[in-house]
């Protein structure tokens, strides 16, 4: 099965400014993502796309993993645009060049906490299941407002 990595990381957030660049522990939000979705590509091999309109973001990604050139058009990165916008346009930038996959991954730099163990489990149930889809899901602690 082929796989491609998905990384969605706009710079113009809402709530804070370059989001994926403020640090968290001593490294950029973003470098959490990186470096599950670094060991995904080894393990499973898949490739790596980071969704940006941020060159800041971009050159900072193309020094931790390999990435697909690509950089996210304006109109993708408003605040009213969807995931889902962004993931068909990759689809339509990728029809270009001969790779084909059959899976995407989404990993959001916003969900650092992820588990690479729990990620190859789900991988594992998908292929075992023969999915279309499978999403990740958990309670949280407390209210987000």
């Not at 082929?2 to 989001?19: E, H, M, Q």
């Not at 898949?46 to 050139?69: L, P, R």
């Not at 993931?87 to 029809?95: A, D, P, T």
């Amino acid at each position: 099965m082929s796989y491609l990595v998905f990384i969605p990381a706009r710079a113009k957030s809402k709530g804070i400014k370059n989001k994926n660049l403020k640090f968290l522990k001593g490294k950029p939000l973003i470098s959490y993502t990186l470096e599950i979705a670094n060991s995904i590509s080894k393990k499973i091999k898949a490739d790596i796309f980071i969704s940006t309109d941020s060159k800041k973001i971009f050159n900072y990604c193309k020094k931790k993993v390999k990435i697909i050139d690509y950089m996210r058009p304006e109109n993708l990165a408003c605040d009213k645009s969807n995931i889902i916008d962004s993931i068909h346009h990759c689809i339509e930038f990728l029809k270009s060049t001969d790779k084909k996959y059959e899976t995407i991954i989404l990993l959001q730099p916003t969900s650092p906490a992820r588990k690479l163990n729990e990620l190859y489990s789900a991988i594992k149930f998908y292929e075992k299941k023969n999915l279309i889809s499978l999403a990740s899901v958990c309670r949280v602690r407390e209210h987000p407002n």
